[in-house]
């Protein structure tokens, strides 16, 4: 059982060290030997919990999936006084979330970028399957709160998210998210009739390059 929880604990710590990496450079710039060396493993180590790259890859994208998917739904309190609230609980936590001083985007639109020319890649099937859990729990948190057309409100807002966090990756402005968020506010108010979104009197941070220091280890 030692033995047990000790693979465990070193693949763990491969899955963990292997996120850092290729948050940082890249899944193409991310060797293998640099990944043992940030464990303190040899390569042979690494290779008998995980027998490709690409397996560890996959490994890495499932983890930040579950990890990230509870967050987004911490995120938004779905359970919260009605959609607008909801909707705004969620981008209210996304802006904080961009101004990480370490912030490079979500890890799955960059993987599904780096790959774009592999449309099978087990990293660009992640991001698809990543993305589409995302819109699929959102929908069905809009539908419990009596939309009819909660599908198609979730895909819309979706884009709006996506289209947000490329943007602030872009030009380092934050007020993209408080942009998108009040456009989700007139998306949901046409159909509810619910104010959902009021601007904050003071912006948080409108320069993604100096917020606070990264104490979050899920990014994608």
Known sequence: MAMDRGASNTRQRIVAAAYQLVY??????????????????????????????????????????SLMLARIQEWAQPG?????????????????WVTQCHWRGSGFTRAAIEFADSPGHPARLAARRHKAAVEAWLADALADHGIADARQLAREVVLLIEGCHVLVLIHRDTSYVRVAAEAAAVLLQRRTGEQGYT???????????????????IRL
């Open 24 to 65: 940082k450079t890249g899944f193409m710039r991310t060797s293998v030997d640099a990944i043992a060396i940030a464990v303190g493993i040899t390569k042979r180590t690494l290779y008998q919990h995980f027998d490709s790259k690409a397996a560890l890859v996959d490994a890495v994208l499932a983890d930040q999936h």
């Open 80 to 96: 919260t006084n009605g959609p607008a609230e909801m909707l705004k609980n969620l981008f209210a936590a996304f802006e904080l």
């Open 199 to 217: 601007p904050v009197e003071k912006p948080i941070n409108t320069d993604a390059d100096s917020g606070r220091p990264d104490d979050s280890f």
